[in-house]
């Protein structure tokens, strides 16, 4: 079964667009990394300086192999655009 990973951020004031332009060039990465099912990234209606991507993965090992990854890459630039630390949760569907 699928993991459904949602990654949340917030950008500093007035830097959303840059946040996206960075998510742009950089997720055609995670689109093609082991695992991954697909990433889309959302604005929200109420606070438009935060952004949540939405991640589909194999299952959680495998995003968490891919984030080790990216943390080894250590891109500075996520940081300087965010007011703070990512949340991130992780969900599994249920028959309901």
Known sequence: MSTLV???????PGRVDEL???FAEVLPDTRA??????VSVHRDQ????????????MSRSHYETYF??????????LG????G????????????
Not at 6 to 12: G, Q
Not at 33 to 38: N, S, W
Not at 46 to 57: G, H, K, N, Q
Not at 68 to 77: G, I, K, M, T, Y
Request: some cysteine; overall charge negative.
């Open 68 to 77: 080790q990854w990216r943390v080894e890459r250590a891109d500075p630039r």
């Open 33 to 38: 990394y082991d695992g991954c099912e697909g």
């Open 6 to 12: 949602l990654f949340e951020v917030e950008a500093l």
């Open 46 to 57: 109420d606070a438009p300086d935060r952004l949540v991507l939405v991640e589909r993965w």
């Open 85 to 96: 630390p990512p949340s991130t949760r992780f969900l599994d569907a249920v028959d309901a």
């Open 80 to 83: 300087a655009l965010c007011s």
């Open 20 to 22: 996206i332009a960075l």
